[in-house]
Structure formats: C-alpha cells, structure tokens
C-alpha cells in the first residue's frame, strides 16, 4: 500500500536513514529539532563544539542550555516558531531569508556553559517540509568564528584609539559627536563638550624632552578618562596636547562642575614644569559648551566653535581656569573691556 503523501514525520524511519549516518559524520557542527522543538539529532561536531554529549539532549528542548546560562530561543526554534520579528531580540546580525523553506541566519556570542567560555557563532537554520508542506524538521548548524571576531574588534579598536594614551582618537571623537549630537536632537537633551587644553606645552617639552611630554600628556589622559564615567561619555585625545570630552544630557553648569575636578586633579599630580612664564606645575585650560540641539542646527560645528571660544578666552585671561561658553562675554567684560580676538572656529568632521 502505497504510503499517504500526508502522512505524519514518525512514518520515516529518520532514525536509520542513511541521511542521519551522514550527518552524524559531518565536520559542521549540526543539530535537528522536530516540529515539538525537541531534539532528535546532535552530531559528533556539535558535541566536540558545545561540549554537550548527544545524550545529554537527543528527546529534550534543553538545546539551549548548551549555548546559554538562562533560557532563550536559537535560531532552530524561531524558524520552528516562524517569529522571524523576534530575531532582533536575541540576536546582534540576523537575516530572515522569507517563508520559502531557506529560513534564518544570525551571529551573535553564546556563553558556552560547559565550556566555560565564550564563542562567536554564525548560525544558519532552516526547516525541513514533507511533501504536503508540514513542518517536519528545523535543521542548525554552526560555524565558530571567535577568531575571526576577536580580530576584527582588535583592528576596530586599534583604528579608534590614540596609540600614546589609549584614549579615543579623533575619528572616533567626530563620529561619536556626531551620533550623539543627532540624538539630542532627538531627545532635546543638551550635549556638553570639554576641549581640555595643556597650558605652556611646548615648553614644557623643550625643558623636560618628548619623553618626558609623552608621560605628561598620558597622565593627563587618565585624569580626563576618569572623568567619563557614564556609559554615552567619550573621552579623546584630539589633537596634539589638546583633549576633548563628550557629556551627553549634561548642562553647562555641570559640565562646568565635570571641568574644574578635571583642572584640580592635574594640578593635584603636581607635575613638575618650571620653564619661564609658566609655573612650577602643568595646568590645564579648559572650554566648556553645552547646547540643546534646534531643528536647524545640522550639525555641531556650533557647539565646538562654542567650547573653542571658551577655550581660547580662558588661555587669553591667563591659563589654568575653566571657562564656559555662556559666559563668555562676561569674562571678557571683566577685563575692562579689553578685546579678545575671536579663535578660529573649528568644524565637524
């Protein structure tokens, strides 16, 4: 009698098929789930992978616990489910390839439980369909790509850090500031900029040498990374002796607050200058603009002529003071009336 075209999966007798063999074999980690969600094959590889035994799983829907601490959906069971809108949920790269049998993609970290340690996988899942369209199957495999991904995060981190202090560099300052400041935009939160300045520096290399620069300049860089203490904060060397510090959702007053312990901590170093006209220790000036972002404002180049200005006065009243940008003209004014010639306003990369 020939057998039902709708007949149920039980019907083939998956257990023995020569398809089953072969992907016992496979080099690819690979494991099946039925229609249940439930684990009907874990290959050699996949034990070797997640240092799971087969006989730890096979007839269970513990499959995650080889992947996860806590209990969560892979990818195999999402394509079981068909929520291909829950993809962002669990997973950082993803792709639904649609309804037409090819199912998911993903990558993301996995804890490893019993390995103990963490592994970077690229994950593929697709179901199995008998001839009637009944799910039958959910097959995943898996490919450990840790060190591929741990490289890449070096390399990307080597392109955004400054190789003196460790801090940011300036091509991660200008694309932070530019995402932060759209979000403010967003949000109409203000964004608070610190230009941090070391006073006499040039000085201070001719009398102590560039090694001795080098060291000042990296201990004034943990002084201003300490400062960053919020998760949206950025610290950056931007340039030469100069550094700069991002504050999201922080006004002037308190990015002013955030400046002065910064000045009173290098003072605190008591790094010895001594070159004439400069004083016994390095001081820092600092220039201090917080703004809430209009719906003109495109870009930030108004914050960071702002923290410029504010910079450049506070050099000009004598160095080795926090100046904000709001009162600017007060500072100035103070001074009797003495110009201060405007700085040369900088822009956003």
């Known amino acids: ?37 439930r684990v009907v094959i874990w290959n050699r590889a996949c034990e070797r992978l997640t240092g799971v035994a087969a006989s730890e799983v096979i007839g ?43 199912g998911f993609s993903a990558e993301n970290w996995c804890v490893m439980p019993k390995l103990g340690s963490q592994l970077y996988l690229a994950i593929d ?73 070391v006073d006499h520096f040039k000085l201070f290399n001719d009398r102590h040498g560039h090694q001795s620069g080098d060291e000042c300049l990296r201990a004034v860089a943990a002084v201003v990374s300490r400062h960053a203490v919020r998760p949206l904060d950025l610290a950056s060397r931007y340039g030469g002796e100069e550094f700069a510090l991002i504050l999201p959702d922080m006004d002037c007053d308190s990015a002013c607050m955030v400046a002065e312990a910064i000045r009173c901590a290098v003072m605190a170093l008591a790094i010895t200058h001594g070159a004439i006209g400069a004083g016994h220790h390095v001081t820092l000036s600092v220039g201090v ?35 904000c940008a709001e009162r600017v003209l007060a500072e100035i004014a103070a001074r009797n009336g003495e110009p201060v010639p405007a700085p040369v306003s900088r822009k956003s990369a």
């Open 60 to 102: 269970t829907g513990k499959h995650w616990q080889a992947f996860y601490e806590t209990r969560r959906p892979c990818l195999a069971d999402l394509v079981a489910l068909d929520h291909p809108e829950q993809l962002p949920e669990y997973y950082s790269e993803y792709a639904a390839r649609g309804h037409n049998g090819l």
């Open 125 to 197: 899942a697709g179901p199995i369909h008998d001839e009637a369209g009944q799910l039958i199957a959910v097959v995943e495999t898996l490919r450990d790509l840790t060190d591929q991904k741990r490289a890449e995060m070096t390399l990307k981190e080597l392109a955004t850090k400054d190789g003196l202090t460790g801090l940011a560099n300036r091509r991660a300052f200008d694309q932070m500031l530019l995402g932060e400041w759209a979000r403010a935009q967003r949000t109409q939160k203000p964004l608070a900029l610190l230009f941090v300045d």
């Open 289 to 323: 603009a917080s703004q809430i972002p209009g719906g003109a404002d495109g870009s930030p180049d108004r914050l960071l002529g702002a923290a410029d200005e504010a910079l450049y006065v506070a050099k000009r009243l004598g160095r080795n003071r926090v100046i």
């Open 1 to 37: 009698m020939a057998r039902s075209r709708t007949a149920p999966a039980k019907a083939v007798d998956v257990a023995d098929s020569y398809a089953v063999r072969l992907m016992q074999h496979l080099v690819v980690p690979t494991f099946v789930i039925d229609p249940k969600r």
